[in-house]
């Protein structure tokens, strides 16, 4: 089922989320229509809190980028940042309006600890274009997006233009 998708400034995408206690039915559900919207949004990741729920899931398909599909579901995933930081260009996400881009600083790579939605623990480390879209995802689940990592000046401008694009929206 497709999910509506919140969109900034929503109070939401700004809070931090909740573990997930134990994997249901309901979990995996809900990560299967995360799938569902995130593919037909074109997207290559997605967190619950961008979907309403503020748990501590993700789902994300790195390999969309090279047409080689690899969906994986982390469930309460903890980063350890590793390797240099690096500019992730003109990164982009589900919940920011207006298609704004900007370019982003991350790590390239990171260590990654969590569970599937068959509970099974997962420690492995990801590099490249997995990691940063691992560490945008995660982001979410810390109430944090693409552009509270970006200068204030721009964040100030970038603002300014969804105030603008929301009073056109509400008058129309």
Known sequence: MLLDIVTYPAP??????????????????LAADMFETMYASRGVGLAAPQVGRPLRILVMD???????PAPRVFVNPVL???????VSEQEG???????????VLRSSSVFLRARDLDGNDIAQELSGFSAIVLQHEADHL???????HISRLRRTLYDSKVKKWLTSKNDA
């Open 12 to 29: 939401l995408l700004a809070i931090s989320s909740e573990p997930v206690c134990e994997i249901t039915g309901e979990i995996r559900a």
């Open 93 to 103: 996400c589900l919940s920011v309006p207006l298609n704004y881009r900007a370019d």
């Open 142 to 148: 810390d109430g944090l997006l693409f552009i509270d």
């Open 62 to 68: 790195a390999g969309q980028k090279d047409k080689q």
């Open 80 to 86: 350890v940042l590793l390797g240099d930081e690096i």
